[in-house]
């Protein structure tokens, strides 16, 4: 697996431009290669089931590094016939890969320059996308998105704690890679029933999947529920399995104010334990709900606070829409140039880009009356659409102890700065996208009325340190192919891994960003891949609830690997 792929001009290039000059949102450039059997350039499935629709289609993900020209795909119009295509695909030696928006990074789905002659997309966002909402929950098939699932939970008067900032993600996407948002408990906070602090995950009730019935001599529909065992390793499945719907708890809807700051000293902002003023932990105090986005080179970051206030306050403007920082989704010229000049191999512009950035964030705010807004939840939680600038994001979950937040954060801060000035020296900018820092709770089971805690979640809480519990994600983006981008993430990893251990903290993949990086891309450390990363998940953990335990699980399921790639093959074997 070589993406992301900086050091190679020629491939870099490519996705660049595409990004730059398609500003289309997630799957609609796939859509423009969809070519039904007739007309197909590439040959046809083996005795393909009658009645189910299927046609070839290009696949590309999130930021473009993985580009697949020729995918057959098929839309199945119920849980029926997703069993129909799976015996099918198990019977010819074919390999299935449920398909939602395609916004993500890691090659859970399919890796870069994969042999797709022997796979089947399955779409499940044209029909599998049912919502019902009931007393406290809501049942949800796979493929219907956040944004529809918070609709039809507003109406409802329901609503959840934190949320993906896109809306445009599927349900079994979220699911799949502990998708999460940004909250803890504000000082004083009572925590709503129904909610949780942590990912989507922790609000899993059950899920509703595909699974070998050995009796049966057949892949079958089986539901399991969160006191069951079995649940722990699909509750987060990097992809290794097949959710056809969930049952989501939910808890009453709320109205958020939402303040950003910009003029906050990043020094400050960012500052050692125990600094005075707007610290990263004063807002954590009063508000519980942050996002830090700080570009590189620059000394004031954007600051979201969301507060919950459930009567206007007087100087807030009611939004009744997300998607209210609108100047953040478009492409601007200033932008399309400097995309020009890194796809040229010339990064020197990067400090006064950066510059530029944040007073797009500064103008923006006031033109469009958005520095303090207010309204239901996901009217301010959801602002990134899918035509916002695509970059790559290396994460990572750091477990901690709520205490020690401002510590992960400022250690982290100092670590990056003095790396991008030591680049800087040598006349290199590999980092040209915005940090970006996020706080959750860890899932945490209680939360959901008890039951498993998802074993391959990097929220999962460690029982042999009950004070790690919370969650520090720090995302660090990047322009695809900018030179030396690789070589700065795999420092950063390294140093991660090793600064944030002990009996400080723990950390893990974001499993959606890039992560198990060497000089030559993401996802290229087998040792990682194989040794450091499983270990993470056993860490801590009882025998028989572990890594181990997940992917015994899943193996049983899918004895057959229909649900597998060849990442997934190094990774989960």
């Known amino acids: 697996m070589t993406a992301p792929r900086s050091e190679s001009p020629q491939v870099g290039r490519r996705s660049l431009l595409k990004g730059a000059a398609a500003l289309v949102g997630a799957g609609l450039l796939s859509e423009a290669f969809t070519l039904p059997v007739g007309a197909a350039t590439i040959a046809a499935p083996p005795s393909f089931p009658a009645g189910i629709e299927l046609y070839q289609q290009a696949y590309e993900n999130w930021s473009g590094e993985i580009e697949l020209a020729d995918v057959w795909t098929c839309a199945p119009a119920s849980p029926a016939d997703i069993l129909t295509v799976v015996n099918w695909a198990r019977a010819h030696n074919f390999r299935v890969r449920p398909k939602g928006m395609s916004h993500g990074w890691a090659p859970t789905l399919l890796p870069a320059g994969a042999d ?262 996901k009217n301010l939680l959801l602002y990134v659409q899918p035509t916002t600038l695509r970059i790559v994001e290396a994460g990572y979950a750091v477990l901690t102890s709520r205490a020690n937040v401002q510590r992960v954060i400022h250690e982290f801060y100092v670590r990056y700065q003095a790396r991008i000035t030591a680049y800087q020296a040598q006349g290199k900018f590999p980092m040209n996208g915005p940090v970006e820092i996020r706080v959750t709770g860890v899932d945490d089971p209680a939360e959901a009325g008890g039951g498993v805690s998802p074993q391959l979640s990097a929220a999962r809480p460690r029982p042999d340190h009950p004070e790690w519990n919370t969650v520090v994600w720090l995302d660090m983006g990047t322009i695809p192919g900018t030179p030396d981008s690789n070589a700065f993430y795999a420092e950063m990893e390294e140093w991660i891994v090793a600064n944030y251990s002990g009996s400080y903290a723990t950390v893990r993949p974001e499993w959606s960003k890039a992560w198990a990086v060497t000089p030559r891309g993401a996802w290229t450390d087998t040792a990682a891949l194989t040794g450091r990363i499983p270990a993470s998940l056993r860490a801590g953990q009882p025998a028989g609830d572990n890594w181990d335990t997940a992917r015994a699980t899943l193996n049983a399921a899918d004895p057959h690997r229909v649900f597998s790639n060849t990442f997934l093959d190094v990774l989960l074997p």
């Not at 079958?220 to 719907?245: C, D, E, M, N, W």
């Not at 009567?311 to 009744?320: A, C, E, I």
């Open 116 to 377: 797709v002659s022997a796979v089947i997309l399955v779409d499940l966002t044209k029909h599998l996308r049912a919502i019902t909402v009931g007393s406290g929950r809501v049942t949800v098939q796979a493929g219907a998105t956040v944004d529809q699932l918070t609709v039809a939970l507003e109406n409802a008067g329901y609503g959840l704690t934190a949320l993906t900032a896109p809306g445009n993600l599927t349900i079994g996407g979220v699911l799949a890679i502990d998708a999460h948002g940004s909250g803890v408990p504000a000082n004083g906070e009572t925590r709503i029933p129904g909610t949780s602090y942590g990912t989507l995950s922790n609000l899993v009730l059950s899920l509703t999947v595909v699974a070998w019935d050995a009796g049966a001599g057949a892949y079958v529909l089986k539901t399991y529920t969160r006191s069951q065992p079995q649940i722990a390793a699909f509750l987060v499945h990097l992809g290794r399995a097949f959710v056809v719907s969930a049952t989501l708890q939910v808890g009453a809807n709320t109205r958020l104010r939402c303040q950003s700051f910009y003029d906050i000293p990043t020094a400050t902002l960012f500052g050692a334990p125990g600094t005075s003023g707007r610290t990263i932990e004063s807002y954590l105090r009063s508000s519980g709900r942050i996002e830090a986005i700080w570009f590189p080179f620059t000394d004031r970051p954007w600051l979201k606070v969301w507060t919950v206030a459930r009567s206007k306050p007087l100087l807030s403007r009611t939004v009744n829409a997300p998607y209210a920082y609108t100047f953040a989704n478009f492409l601007s010229e200033e932008q399309s140039d400097f995309l020009s000049q890194v796809v040229a191999g010339n990064t020197s512009g990067t400090p006064a880009f950066q510059n530029f950035q944040i007073s797009v964030v500064g103008s923006g705010l006031i033109v469009t009356g958005t520095w303090d807004i207010w309204g239901w939840s």
